[in-house]
């Protein structure tokens, strides 16, 4: 919609409900999907928002026993390996955000992977963390994940976390750290079109970024 600045999508695994969560300028929009009618509907709009200039992270948790999303619109960072999380409560009007002055730390992947499991890709580092934004410990899997180089956009797979590089691709093991897979082409540049539930890659030449380019369908195994 007009002055629409970020827009996502939430399903309640608790509820089956989805949801529609959009920011303007000095509001948020939320609004769920209708089955009968095939679209979403309007919920309410909150007004008189201030939210974080530039609007550079909105992604939507879904917390048990919260009815509607809680929406992080910023990432900073906590103690040790730790980080925090600014969000709105679009359940409870006295949980707005407060703190337009702070800090936040550039995040180039927030997404919510279970329950109360984060991945948070910043710089050349991913970690996975809880609702609360500390770090999650496991004899199974690694809690943080290094790159290099640096990742534009990290996607996480079953049992592996695949990164995204300007010519390159890289997949590495949950369990051992190690590099299990890498796709390294200097002359191709590679960019990330879509993670929801198919990973679609597009490939162009770097010496002619504007001709055709060629799509690719990566078969994740889940």
């Known amino acids: ?26 509001s948020i ?4 999907w209708y089955e009968p009618m095939q679209k979403f509907m309007l919920v309410k709009t909150f007004e008189s928002m ?21 929406i992080c619109v910023a990432v900073l960072d906590g103690d040790g390996d730790n980080v925090a999380f600014e969000t709105i409560n679009l359940n409870s009007s006295a949980s707005w955000y407060q703190n337009p002055d702070s ?27 809880n609702l609360h934004g500390v770090l999650k410990s496991s004899a199974r899997q690694a809690a943080i994940l290094s790159f290099d180089p640096p ?43 879509g993670s929801d539930r198919v990973i679609i890659i597009e490939s162009r030449m770097a010496d002619d970024p504007a001709a055709g380019s060629n799509l690719y369908i990566l078969e994740t195994g889940n």
Do not use: W
């Not at 002055?3 to 959009?22: E, I």
């Not at 929009?29 to 769920?32: H, K, S, T």
């Not at 800090?103 to 963390?129: G, M, R, W």
């Open 103 to 129: 800090h936040p730390i550039s995040v180039k992947t927030l997404c919510q992977l279970e329950k109360d499991t984060l991945v948070v890709a910043t710089d050349n580092v991913a970690k996975f963390v």
């Open 50 to 70: 201030q939210l974080p200039s530039p609007l550079n992270v909105f992604e939507p948790f879904v917390v048990r026993n919260e009815e509607y999303p809680i």
């Open 1 to 26: 919609s007009r002055g629409c600045l970020k827009c996502c999508v939430a399903r309640n695994p608790y509820s089956d409900q989805q949801y529609l969560c959009a920011a303007t300028a000095r």
């Open 151 to 193: 990742p534009y956009h990290v996607v996480c797979l079953q049992g592996s976390v695949l990164s995204f590089h300007k010519h390159s691709m890289q997949a590495k093991s949950l369990a051992t750290r190690q590099v299990i897979a890498q796709v390294t082409d200097p002359t191709r540049i590679f960019r990330l079109l």
């Open 29 to 32: 929009i939320l609004m769920q």
